[in-house]
């Protein structure tokens, strides 16, 4: 019975608190015992707990009695980085309602605001509710103002809450009950649901996780998906649950489930696509699908060089659970043979890689991290370049275009000077600025490259760490933009190339090689370091020589003491990657952060 399901979502700043909540209310249910009962049940993946973030969104189905009425709690935990927002807004389309929650030490957060206007733009419902009341330094009556201030948002009906002792969880659990709409699917319609997550498991394979909107899904139904056109009978349907999924032989109308296809490869099963039956389809599909793009690319190379087939492997591994990651075999006169990668931003790509080097024991060098380029040629063609290196020359070029975001910024006013400074200095544009109380809230268009490089970093440090940031991608724009090479001892490196506001080019190219310098160990011959655009050198600096020997200073006497010095030596290059005669450490590819 649709009347009696309740799907919602909780959406907030990174944490706030979403994660506690989400256990406790599994609990409220008693849908774990005790002893099962670990803190942090739904964060799962080894990564997700050591870094304390949520990654992939987890679902749950919870029984609830209320007034005598058995109720179905459909909970749909959402990831809280900006680099997965796409999982965010597939997950609320799910819902008919979110847990707005605000964290009452903390108040409104530059995330809160960006996932308010996502729920509203899938008409949620939403509930706010003030978390951390059990701390002394609470301030709920100050945070539901300005939420009220902030979002619009009638706070007059809310819930105080503690996710942590569990105060108020019950309360909460009925208002959701009471306030969240019941969905209102057509039973009797051709099935219409749709994918909002989607994983490998090694034993069932390619799995779906799926809100049904029309009609339903049972065992044995052979599925369309509508966009990447796969069919494929179901093998098995699943509740999902945390720690023990319970088999049916059907999803209904406004449920969601688990759907195994027993596919080999999450190939066509994409998050935003919508299954219909392959006899009987559905005329229209959900609306909005986007494939998962990448945003942000590196190079990765195995250090030692005989290992580009087992980085290979790895990364295939890797794509079967995570279908936004994308590779393309390059190869760099510098490092050799490696992968352009693909990541959904700067988390994700650090995710990964410690996922590769820690899962596949692969030593890895990473380029620094670049976005993606859309260029017009002269002759009409528009490129993608994915790496600087590619960029063609200047006389072939009509128009480069980069893509921008919309950032959202919440900063306590005594820091707006610094942050409106350092918006400046990264090219931001800004849109809109609101006094909330003693904090700002800047809305400015920014060039995506200015904010993967160690923007938040900055950010955080010119504020102590008050401001709160994030972003949404809002399309490419034309710039004046240039290619900026590093030459090591007259050699142009390829993968330390990159690409820089023309009018900036100077400056960053001469604090690019500054950097570069302290990071290049001496070597037994002066090194110059170069940047050039074109071919005109615009900075150098020279890593001047150790001299002939490292054990010339032993003058021949201690032999102990001379063999270890060479040891040492021998050891310092393996972390290396020899660059023509030059050896260069790995911070040195990502020197280019710090400008
Ligand atoms: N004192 C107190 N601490 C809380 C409460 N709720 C959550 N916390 C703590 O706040 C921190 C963040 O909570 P999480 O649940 O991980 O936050 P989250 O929003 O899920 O974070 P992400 O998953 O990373 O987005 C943890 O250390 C929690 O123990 C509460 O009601 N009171």
């Known amino acids: 019975m649709q009347k009696n399901i309740r799907n919602f979502s909780i959406i907030a700043h990174i944490d706030h608190g979403k994660s506690t909540l989400a256990d406790r209310i599994i609990q409220e249910c008693g849908a774990v015992s005790n002893r099962e009962l670990s803190a942090q049940m739904m964060d799962t993946m080894d990564i997700e707990q050591e ?67 996502i729920a509203l733009e899938n008409d949620l419902e939403l509930l706010p509710v003030v978390n951390k009341i059990d701390l002394p330094s609470a301030d709920p009556d100050r945070v539901l103002e300005e939420t009220e201030e902030a979002i619009g948002l009638d706070c007059t009906e809310h819930n105080l809450i503690s996710a942590k002792t569990g105060l108020g969880v019950k309360e909460l659990i009925d208002s959701i009950v009471q306030r969240v709409p019941a969905p209102n699917g057509d039973e009797n319609a051709p099935t219409k649901a749709l994918i909002y997550d989607s994983w490998f498991d090694n034993y069932l394979g390619a799995l779906a996780l799926v809100r049904v909107y029309d009609g339903s899904i049972k065992k044995g139904q052979v599925l369309k998906m509508m966009n990447t056109k796969v069919e494929h009978p179901v093998l098995d349907l699943m509740y999902p649950h945390p720690i023990k999924r319970e088999k049916t032989k059907e999803i209904k109308t406004g449920e969601i489930g688990i759907v195994v296809l027993g596919l080999k490869t999450l190939d066509g099963i994409a998050v935003g696509d919508t299954m219909t039956d392959a006899k009987n389809p559905t005329q229209k599909p959900i609306g ?51 992968f352009r990668t693909g990541f959904l931003g700067m988390l994700h790509m650090e995710v990964i890689k410690e996922r590769l080097e820690r899962e596949f024991g692969l030593d890895l060098i990473a380029t620094a991290p670049t976005v993606v380029y859309e260029v017009e040629k002269k002759d009409g063609e528009r490129i993608e370049i994915q790496n600087p290196s590619e960029l063609p020359e200047p006389n072939y070029i009509e128009t480069i275009y ?33 006094y909330l ?4 809230l800047l809305e400015y268009d920014i060039p995506m490259n200015e904010i993967v490089m160690d923007f938040y970093d900055k950010l955080k440090s010119t504020t102590k760490g008050y401001a709160s940031f994030d972003y949404e991608p809002i399309g490419f724009r034309p710039g004046e933009l240039k290619k900026l090479d590093i030459r090591v001892a007259g050699d142009i490196v390829d993968a330390l190339s990159i690409i820089v506001p023309e009018d900036k080019a100077v400056s960053r190219g001469r604090e690019f090689i500054k950097a570069l310098k302290e990071l290049i160990p001496r070597q037994l011959f002066e090194v110059a370091v170069q940047a050039s655009i074109g071919t005109t050198i615009i900075a150098r600096e020279t890593v001047k020589s150790m001299g002939k020997n490292v054990t010339a200073k032993c003058y021949g006497g201690d032999i102990t003491r001379k063999r270890k010095l060479l040891e040492k030596q021998k050891a310092g290059k393996k972390r290396m990657k020899a660059i023509g005669k030059v050896n260069v450490p790995q911070e040195a590819f990502m020197a280019v952060l710090k400008i």
């Not at 005989?306 to 794509?319: G, H, P, Y």
């Not at 950032?407 to 609101?434: C, H, S, W, Y």
């Not at 109380?437 to 700002?440: A, I, L």
């Open 402 to 434: 980069e893509p921008y975001v919309k950032a959202t910024i919440l900063v306590p006013d005594e820091f707006l000077g610094n942050v409106i400074k350092l918006l400046n200095e990264k090219r931001g544009i800004q849109i809109k600025m609101d």
């Open 288 to 338: 909005g699908f986007e494939p998962a793009k990448p945003f942000v690319f590196a190079g990765l190379y195995p250090i030692e060089t005989d290992k580009f087939e087992d980085l290979r492997e790895a990364l295939v591994k890797l794509q079967l659970n995570d279908s936004s990651i994308s590779f393309e075999p390059e190869s760099s006169a510098a490092l050799g043979s490696g």
């Open 51 to 117: 870094r304390g973030i949520t990654i992939k969104a987890q679902s749950v189905r919870l029984n609830y009695e209320k007034d005598g009425q058995k109720y179905i709690l459909n909970l749909i935990d959402t990831p809280g980085h900006v680099d997965f927002s796409y999982e965010v807004s597939r997950s609320l389309a799910s819902s008919e309602g979110a847990l707005l929650i605000v964290d009452s030490t903390q108040g409104v957060e530059a995330q809160t605001i960006a996932n308010v206007y």
């Open 437 to 440: 109380g003693k904090r700002v």
